[in-house]
C-alpha cells in the first residue's frame, strides 16, 4: 500500500464519521443560540456529520425532521423537544429503526425505554433555587410576584414554575399575583411585562420579577426601566440560564440573580453515544447538569466577559 492511498482511506474514515441528526426547537434564546453553536463545535472537533434542523418552534416541524432523518439512517439522532407531550409514536419510529435518540435540555412525558437517555438539570430544582434566593433576599417584607413562563407546555415552563412556587410556598409574605407566557423571548418578556406594569399601579406595587428564563428578563428590564422604575431595585429580578447579558445588568445594578443552564448539552451526549457505540454501554437514563445560583456578589462583569464569546 503506497503512502498516497494510506492517505486517502484516512481521509475517508474521517469522512465517514458517524452522522448524527439534530432536532433544534428554534432560536428563541441567547441560551438557545449557544446551545447549537456548541453542539456544532462539538460535533466538528468529534469528527461527525452533523444534520441540523431548526423547528421554528413547531413540534410539527421536530416530528417532521425525525423522520427525515430515520429515513436517511442516521447513526444517532439529538432532540430538544419544544413540548413535553405528543412524542409517542415518532420516539417509537426511531426505536424500530433502532436509532439511538438522547434527549437535550427538555423532557418528555413519553415512557423513557423510547430514548437511549436525556442530559439535562433537574429543572424544578432550578425553579427552588431562584425562589429560595427571592425568599432570603425579602425576608419578612410583603412582597408582589410577577412571574413570566416559558413556552406553554415545555418542561422547563412547567417545572420551573412548580420548583419556584414549592419554595415560596412556606412564606405568606410572598404571592404570585400575575403569571403569563413570555415564549422565552426578549421581544414578548418585554410586551407581557408592559401589561403586568399597567395593571399593577404603573409597577409600584410589583415588588418582584421571576423569569424563567434570562432573556424574558431582559425585555422585562427595559419596559421597567422605561416605565421610570429602577430594575433590580425597586423590582427585583430573579431568572434562569446565565447568558452574558444578564451578567452586563447584574453589573448594572439591574438584575439580581441568575441559575445557571449550562448550554453544552451535546458533550455528555455525544460521550453517551460513543460509549453506547463502543460496546453497548447503556447510560443512565438522566444525565444531570449543574444549576448554579450567581448573584451581584459573583463579579457579574467577569463572568459576562468570560462567557461573551462562547456563541450566546
Ligand atoms: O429548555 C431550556 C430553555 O429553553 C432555556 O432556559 C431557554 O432560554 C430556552 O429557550
Not at 112 to 132: I, R
Not at 155 to 179: M, Q, Y
Not at 217 to 231: F, L, S, Y
Request: charged residues 25%; aromatic residues 6%; contains cysteine.
Amino acid at each position: 500500500t503506497t503512502v498516497a492511498a494510506l492517505a486517502i482511506s484516512a481521509t475517508a474514515a474521517m469522512a465517514e464519521g458517524e452522522t448524527i441528526g439534530f432536532s433544534q426547537i428554534g432560536s428563541e434564546s441567547g441560551w438557545r443560540a449557544a446551545e447549537t453553536t456548541l453542539t456544532r463545535n462539538q460535533a466538528e472537533e468529534r469528527g461527525y456529520q452533523l444534520q441540523f434542523s431548526d423547528a421554528q418552534q413547531k413540534q410539527e416541524n421536530q416530528i417532521a425532521a425525525i423522520r427525515s432523518f430515520i429515513a436517511q439512517g442516521v447513526d444517532a439522532i439529538l432532540l430538544a423537544p419544544v413540548v413535553a407531550t405528543g412524542w409517542d409514536s415518532v420516539l417509537e419510529e426511531a426505536k424500530e429503526a433502532e436509532i439511538p435518540v438522547v434527549l437535550l435540555d427538555r423532557q418528555v412525558d413519553s415512557s423513557d425505554d423510547l430514548y437511549l437517555t436525556a442530559v439535562g438539570s433537574n429543572l424544578v430544582h432550578e425553579g427552588e433555587v431562584a425562589g429560595q434566593w427571592l425568599a432570603d433576599a425579602v425576608g419578612d417584607k410583603e412582597c408582589r410576584i410577577v412571574e413570566l413562563q416559558g413556552t406553554t407546555g415545555s418542561s422547563p415552563a412547567i417545572d420551573r414554575k412548580t420548583g419556584f412556587e414549592n419554595a415560596i410556598s412556606g412564606h405568606d409574605n410572598l404571592s404570585i399575583v400575575r403569571s403569563q407566557t413570555g415564549d422565552f423571548t426578549r421581544a414578548q418578556g418585554k410586551e407581557v411585562m408592559e401589561s403586568f406594569l399597567q395593571a399593577e399601579n404603573g409597577g409600584q406595587d410589583i415588588c418582584a420579577l421571576y423569569a424563567h428564563n434570562d432573556d424574558m428578563a431582559v425585555g422585562a428590564i427595559q419596559a421597567i426601566k422605561e416605565a421610570g422604575i429602577a430594575p433590580g431595585k425597586d423590582i427585583l429580578v430573579v431568572s434562569i440560564d446565565a447568558v452574558p447579558d444578564i451578567f452586563k445588568a447584574m453589573a448594572d445594578g439591574e438584575a439580581n440573580a441568575t441559575v445557571e443552564l449550562t448550554p453544552n448539552m451535546a458533550g455528555p451526549a455525544f460521550d453517551a453515544l460513543e460509549a453506547y457505540w463502543a460496546d453497548g454501554t447503556m447510560p443512565e437514563k438522566f444525565i444531570q447538569t449543574e444549576s448554579k445560583l450567581y448573584t451581584q456578589s459573583d463579579d457579574p462583569a467577569g463572568e459576562y466577559e468570560a462567557r461573551k464569546d462562547l456563541g450566546y
